[in-house]
């Protein structure tokens, strides 16, 4: 089955400096890659996603890459502040079929110092 | 606003009991979702229904079992509940949907459920 690897695993970055969350994927058959954040005593939230077909997405402040030859993508969060500080998870799945359910990697708690 | 919602939201138990974890949602999703969530290990894949009639094993089914009572109600129940069993539960629901760009399959979590067992 599909194992999602994620580094770091803790992060620690000066208000408004950029930060980068990198994960790689076992199933070359997977193609939906989801990015939720988790502040703390909250519970996870969709932040971002990218399928296989788009090599980059981008959202204001966060952007996400996918390298399928590799089996890695990464989360990026520019000019960062201290509301960014969180737990975030990536995860992969087969989702055009809808037959799998998500793989999450084990976590990156992000901590932006003001 | 439609939700995901857990009951109870914290519960301290003792070896050996028989626990329940219920989750409902008025979202109208099929699909729902048992995690369990430890530090430094992720969320962790308990079991999944993608309809009614349907349950699946996920990651670390051993000592859980489900019931689907309906679409919208999930339960989780630990016939004999164990120390390492201690952790935060989260229930998720999700809709799939095909759109012109590719599946979309985003999951709502519930508040989750802080269980120790003693």
């Known amino acids: 089955g599909e194992n999602v690897e994620q580094h770091p695993s803790t992060l620690s970055v000066q208000e408004g400096d950029s930060a980068v969350i990198k994960c790689t994927y076992s199933?070359?058959?997977?193609?939906?890659f989801p990015w939720y954040k988790q502040e703390l005593g909250k519970r996870p939230q969709l932040i971002i996603d990218?399928?296989?077909?788009?090599g980059e997405k981008k959202d204001q402040r966060i952007a996400v890459t996918l390298n399928k030859t590799a089996k890695h993508f990464s989360l990026h969060i520019t000019e960062t502040q201290p509301e960014d500080s969180a737990v975030y998870f990536c995860?992969?799945?087969?989702?055009?079929?809808?037959?799998?359910?998500?793989?999450f990697g084990k976590g990156t708690r992000l901590s932006v110092i003001a | 606003d439609a939700d995901v919602t857990q009951t109870p939201r914290n519960r301290i138990t003792k070896t050996g009991k028989r626990i329940m974890l219920e989750c409902s949602q008025t979202?109208?999703?099929?699909?729902m979702y048992w995690y369990r969530q430890d530090p430094g290990l992720g969320l962790r894949l308990i079991y999944y229904?993608?309809?009614?009639?349907?349950?699946n094993k996920g990651e670390i089914s051993d000592g859980y079992s489900v019931s689907r009572q309906a679409q919208a109600k999930f339960s989780l129940s630990l016939e004999s509940a164990i120390p390492n069993q201690t952790a935060l539960y989260f229930c998720?629901?999700?809709?799939?949907?095909?759109?012109?760009?590719?599946?979309?399959?985003?999951?709502?979590f519930g508040p989750g459920t802080r269980l120790t067992v003693l």
């Open positions: 998720a629901t999700s809709d799939f949907r095909t759109t012109r760009t590719g599946a979309y399959n985003e999951q709502f």
């Open positions: 199933d070359s058959a997977s193609n939906y």
């Open positions: 990218i399928r296989s077909n788009v």
């Open positions: 995860a992969a799945s087969k989702g055009v079929t809808g037959n799998t359910p998500l793989v």
């Open positions: 979202k109208g999703h099929d699909r």
């Open positions: 229904s993608f309809d009614v009639k349907d349950i």
